[in-house]
């Protein structure tokens, strides 16, 4: 199994257990799919329940989620356009920096791919949902939560640049 964690928080932020695609040797597509858990554990008390008291299909601490979130506790947060668009320069920047120093070679197909790709994400910034990794750094990487052309499955974006691939 591959887990994938940002380079810069350490946050670990999908594995290879659910769909990866490679884009343009610059992005990952994790696909994803909405589940339902159930918080707290179930006590059986060896009963069956009447007629009377049969449930009707919607239990107390049921919650639906998104599966990568759920399973790698990605958390929620808000951007507008600007706040995006300066959050983005930093962060590429400091992409830019890891790269010279750990990958010199990649620093210009990086630059390029990655000024299209977020060229592409700004021109349809309000189809996105932003999710960070769980020790909520505000420097590391905005992973970005979109839907497929059916408006129903969810599918994750990450920068590729921007992940230490570790083998389980």
Known sequence: MLLYRDILSGDELFSDAFPVKE??????????????????ADVDIGANPSAEEADEGV????????N????????????????YMT???????????????????????FEKNAATRVKRILENFKD???????????EAMVALLNYREDGVTPYFTFF?????????
Request: glycine content about 8%.
């Open 23 to 40: 884009i343009d040797d610059t992005l990952y597509e994790v696909d994803c799919k909405m589940i339902q858990v159930k918080q707290g």
């Open 59 to 66: 239990e107390d601490g049921v919650e639906t989620v998104n």
């Open 68 to 83: 990568v979130v759920y399973s790698f506790r990605l958390q929620s947060t808000v951007f507008d356009k600007k706040s």
């Open 87 to 109: 959050y983005i320069k930093g962060y590429m920047k400091k992409l830019k920096g890891e790269l010279a120093s750990s990958n010199p070679d990649r620093v210009a197909t």
């Open 128 to 138: 996105y949902e932003f999710f960070v990794g769980e020790s909520m750094d505000p």
């Open 160 to 168: 590729k640049d921007g992940l230490k691939v570790e083998k389980l």
